[in-house]
């Protein structure tokens, strides 16, 4: 039976090898130390049996980048059962029949304090009519016009691949459900952004390896979904990938709706990288 652990820095360790107690300096190992690491540190657990999986974490304590971590490695993995333990005064389980239904399960279970992050991700609304012609975004706020919010992907495809450099996010919002689905991810990030964002298709806006950051973001896409309106931002976030420092990121926003069908609108985001961009100053 293999065990891994999660730490809070989404760094995956095998408790069989010495490695996680030389890294925390610790004078115990084996069970001890995961036993430890759970419910003092936040660390995530991991037990693989076979083609099933058994996930322990203390909900109070777990680190946001240690369960970001985990949700990745579950989305490369083929279980078709996931076991939840969760360490509340005892330890109480849950069988979850997919994966899907395990991470939800999981956001339901951990709580995800905004306020504690709000400092890292700042915004500020800006008028449509601050993009300059020369914009790749002004050429997508055009385009969005020019199809009358009906998604051509044929007419779309050379904007977003070409002007845009790949660096786009195309989200589903259905009418008869509050959950925010990520249809595709360009690939003009950053090299990691890239990375973790391309293991976000088909999964809900807010398991971002970031989850406090998915959650602020899903923010903003509720409200285009609502008003049916652009939305243009420029953004200051200082955004937590596993395996990385904290990185930040600067940059310019545009959300445009579109009509999928009867129930659901399509919502494309686009961004261009500013470093010029810098709310901490008029923040503090």
């Not at 971590?69 to 989305?75: I, K, S, V």
Request: aromatic residues 10%; charged residues 25%.
């Amino acid at each position: 039976m293999q065990c891994l652990v999660f730490d809070d820095r989404g760094e995956v360790w095998d408790t069989n090898s010495p490695g996680l107690a030389n890294g925390l300096r610790a004078s115990i190992s084996g069970d001890a130390l995961t036993s430890y690491a759970i419910k003092n540190l936040g660390f995530v657990a991991v037990n693989v049996i076979n083609e099933s999986v058994r996930v322990r974490l203390r909900p109070a304590v777990v680190s946001q980048v240690a369960l970001g971590g985990l949700f990745y490695w579950l989305h490369d993995q083929p279980f078709h059962r996931v076991m939840l333990s969760f360490l509340d005064g005892e330890w109480t389980h849950e069988l979850m029949r997919s994966r899907e239904e395990a991470m939800g399960r999981l956001l339901g279970r951990v709580k995800i304090n905004l306020d504690d992050r709000r400092g890292d991700f700042l915004h500020k609304p800006r008028p449509l009519h601050d993009l300059p012609a020369s914009s790749p975004l002004r050429a997508m706020l055009y385009a969005w016009s020019e199809c009358e919010g009906i998604f051509d992907p044929e007419r779309l495809r050379p904007l977003l691949q070409q002007a845009l450099s790949g660096r786009y996010i195309l989200v589903q919002s259905d009418a008869s459900s509050p959950t925010l689905w990520v249809k595709d991810v360009g690939r003009g990030f950053q090299q990691h952004s890239t990375y973790w964002l391309s293991r976000t298709k088909g999964l809900r806006v807010e398991d971002q390896p970031d989850l406090a950051y998915g959650k602020w973001v899903s923010e903003l896409y509720r409200r285009v979904a609502v008003t049916r309106e652009p939305s243009l931002e420029d953004v200051d976030a200082v955004i937590s990938w596993p395996h990385q420092p904290r990185v930040s990121y600067r940059y310019r926003r545009l959300v445009v709706p579109f009509h999928a069908d009867r129930n659901s609108t399509l919502l494309l985001s686009a961004t261009v990288a500013d470093p010029d961009i810098d709310l901490r100053v008029k923040a503090n």
